[in-house]
């Protein structure tokens, strides 16, 4: 890298590349979180046991994912897991 002006040192400019690449990264999994929820929670509201199942599998796989990474918290992804899996539960047992 070539030698910068005063005030500016490389090391936070590399640190700058670095935040903007995980703020990135971090939205899209939360997108994608997101989404597998919402579907999980339509598949529930409109009382379908075969997708909701498979929609809680796909969005418990991702929030796991989401918590391993660090993009969420893990108590947070372990407290939305829970609450798809009581609602999941409820519809099989109805």
Same mark, same amino acid.
């Given at each position: 890298?070539?030698?910068?002006?005063t =005030?500016?040192?490389? &090391?936070?400019l590399?640190? !700058? #590349?670095? /935040?903007?690449?995980?703020?990135?990264?971090?939205r @899209? !999994?939360? +997108?994608?979180? #997101? =989404? /597998? *929820?919402?579907?999980?929670?339509?598949? !529930? /509201? =409109?009382?379908?046991?075969?997708? &909701?199942?498979?929609?809680?599998?796909? @969005?418990a &796989?991702q929030?796991?994912? @989401?918590s391993?990474?660090?993009a969420?918290h893990? %108590?947070? *992804?372990a +407290? %939305?897991?829970s609450r798809?899996? +009581?609602?999941?539960?409820k519809? @099989?047992?109805?």
């Amino acid at each position: 890298m070539a030698k910068l002006k005063t =005030g500016r040192h490389t &090391s936070a400019l590399k640190a !700058v #590349r670095q /935040a903007h690449r995980r703020m990135l990264r971090n939205r @899209a !999994v939360k +997108r994608n979180i #997101r =989404g /597998a *929820a919402k579907e999980f929670y339509e598949a !529930v /509201a =409109g009382k379908d046991k075969g997708n &909701s199942q498979k929609f809680f599998n796909t @969005a418990a &796989s991702q929030w796991d994912k @989401a918590s391993k990474s660090g993009a969420i918290h893990w %108590k947070a *992804a372990a +407290r %939305k897991k829970s609450r798809m899996a +009581r609602a999941a539960n409820k519809l @099989a047992a109805a």
